[in-house]
């Protein structure tokens, strides 16, 4: 019994996280934020915005071994608090705090939370043989977060009309908040005693050798990234698309509510289908399929239906692929592994890598395709990619290979 209260305890933790996000109410205002506010001119926020990037990728894998080295839960409170300090800096001192302090407070933040709490929850349902209930809470989760954001966002448009620091500050308090129900409540898997007899440096370079020597791991972390980059990508394109074909700004709101509303639909959908359907091919088909429509669909015409259509395909596998590729890499990491976070930290790398890769080049095609043709071209390409990278995952010729536990001192 006390095993099943502490799932249900990780089940309500996931879905507090999920439905108070990072900056779910300053999002819809937030240039204006950074530019009316907080004093940045354009050019500045676009800088901080890259430090932001460049830093996280810079961050991501040894914030990730110092999470399984020196404690999860540690690496997920402390991650928080230093949020929190980079959002009230700019609250307070607005640009007067230096580019690089707060760009580096954001990033290592951000970093030293990611994947500390998906790897503890994942433990704790590994440990009492719960897997296929990890997936479904998990993308239940993913559901709220996306009904959390619209409702988030519409909330936080009203609170910009009274002032633009608003939002951002209730932003502040509901991740102190958080922070404060994940410091009580959090209960750590006991399974990472080993991890405190070998260095972050050891930790770092085996999460990296298990993943490049496990075929299902790694394609599982490929197929990941390129759904991510897809519908991040083509997201750079949305509003675009949709002005183009004679859609007022002021209908863009509503119409990405129901964008919204869509996938969270579809998420809690994808929160019932079983698990022997999970470990087969057919959820990566479908999202691949998914893609292919939305080419269909803007193949020869422009129309609004024929656009608000393609993009709801993205927007099916926006729903799924999150908690199916949490799902695709996490098995494949051994129950005892002391280098799960940073497995997940080099999954995120390498989702926010090759979605650089992906807006760079649409970038470059900017100048000599239309936003349509550019649409086309991400979708067709990710299509290919995840059916290849998925049948690699699922019919790889060797056996799944675990990541090993550090023997190593």
Not at 262 to 288: C, H, N, Q, T, W
Request: hydrophobic share 50%; with cysteine.
């Amino acid at each position: 019994m006390s095993d099943d209260k502490n799932l249900i305890r990780w089940k309500w933790l996931c879905y507090m996280q999920s439905l108070f996000a990072l900056e779910t109410f300053i999002a819809p205002v937030l240039v204006i934020f950074y530019t009316q506010y907080a004093g940045f001119s354009f050019s500045q926020y676009a800088i901080l915005m890259s430090y932001i990037f460049l830093f996280s990728w810079a961050f991501q894998i040894p914030t990730g071994a110092i999470a399984d080295k020196y404690g999860r839960k540690r690496a997920l409170i402390f991650g928080n608090i230093l949020y929190v300090i980079a959002m009230l800096s700019l609250v307070v001192f607005g640009s007067r705090t230096p580019i690089v302090v707060t760009s580096a407070l954001f990033s290592f933040g951000s970093c030293l939370s990611t994947g500390a709490f998906q790897a503890m929850m994942y433990s704790a349902y590994a440990k009492e043989e719960r897997v296929e209930d990890f997936n479904s809470v998990n993308a239940r989760g993913n559901s709220l977060a996306l009904l959390g954001g619209a409702g988030g966002a519409a909330l936080g448009g009203i609170l910009a009309g009274v002032s633009l620091a608003l939002p951002m500050i209730v932003d502040i308090a509901v991740l102190s908040l958080t922070t404060v129900l994940l410091t009580i409540f959090v209960k750590q898997p006991q399974n990472a005693q080993n991890a405190r007899q070998v260095s972050v440096q050891t930790i770092a370079v085996d999460a990296i050798r298990a993943a490049f020597a496990s075929k299902k791991l790694f394609s599982s972390i490929l197929v990941s990234a390129v759904a991510f980059a897809c519908v991040r990508t083509g997201f750079n394109v949305y509003q675009p698309l949709l002005t183009n074909s004679g859609v007022h700004v002021s209908q863009l709101g509503l119409i990405f509510a129901g964008f919204s509303l869509f996938s969270a639909g579809v998420a809690y959908a994808y929160s019932k289908v079983p698990r022997e359907i999970l470990d087969g091919p057919l959820m990566l088909i479908l999202i691949a399929l998914a893609f292919i429509l939305s080419s269909i669909f803007l193949a020869n015409t422009s129309t609004t239906l024929a656009i608000i259509c393609a993009i709801c395909c993205h927007q099916f596998a926006r729903a799924v692929y999150p908690s199916l590729s949490a799902y695709m890499i996490n098995i494949n990491i051994s129950d005892d592994s002391t280098s799960r976070t940073t497995i997940l930290s080099l999954a995120a790398l390498l989702r926010s890598l090759l979605a650089a890769v992906f807006s760079g080049g649409m970038a470059l095609a900017a100048e000599s395709f239309s936003d349509r043709i550019m649409f086309n071209v991400v979708s067709l390409v990710s299509a290919v990619l995840v059916l290849t990278f998925g049948f690699w995952s699922v019919y790889a010729t060797q056996s799944k290979k675990p990541c090993p536990t550090s023997s190593r001192s």
